[in-house]
């Protein structure tokens, strides 16, 4: 089973967004977020900008996995950004990145958490999917992409 498949809708999936760098980046997250699932504002940038002061969650090759427990949240809360333009994001390679995996999650989902980021882990270090993904020009095709890995050929 592909959690992130499973957790990632079509409606959280955001292609060619222009922001200018992290801060302005997390602002658009959480007035996304706030938008589908009623989360304040600002603790989703609150507690994403706290999880960022902790290390970068920049992977490198251009992808970033943003993440943070939200306080009352009742389940994992994944969506995908595609920047319109990569911004800095201290990434270890020291790329900026364009692709943004964003995991929120309710504070007693440890596990969980830490299988959903290791599974984009996977996915973000494997070249294929990312030129794949690259392709993709609708959120369904990137929907399906994210739904069907491995087993595209």
């Known amino acids: 089973m592909n959690t992130i498949a499973d957790l990632l809708h079509t409606e959280d999936i955001v292609l060619n967004l222009a922001v200018a ?3 302005e980046l997390f602002d658009e997250i959480a007035r996304h977020m706030e938008g589908r699932y ?4 600002a603790w ?5 900008s706290r999880r960022e002061e902790v290390g970068s969650t920049g992977l490198g090759e251009g992808v970033a996995i943003p993440h943070a427990r939200i306080k009352d949240l009742d389940r994992i809360q994944v969506a995908y950004f595609r920047l319109a333009a990569p911004i800095p994001f201290a990434s270890p390679d020291g790329l900026p990145v ?35 993904l690259h392709g993709c020009e609708q959120a369904s095709a990137v929907r399906q992409l994210f739904a069907s890995w491995p087993c595209q050929v």
């Open 21 to 23: 760098g992290k801060g």
């Open 38 to 41: 009623g989360m304040p504002q």
């Open 44 to 48: 989703v940038v609150l507690s994403l």
């Open 98 to 132: 364009s692709d943004i995996l964003v995991l929120l999650v309710p504070k007693q989902a440890t596990e969980e958490h830490l299988s959903i980021l290791a599974e984009a882990t996977r996915l973000f270090s494997e070249p294929r999917f990312r030129l794949q």
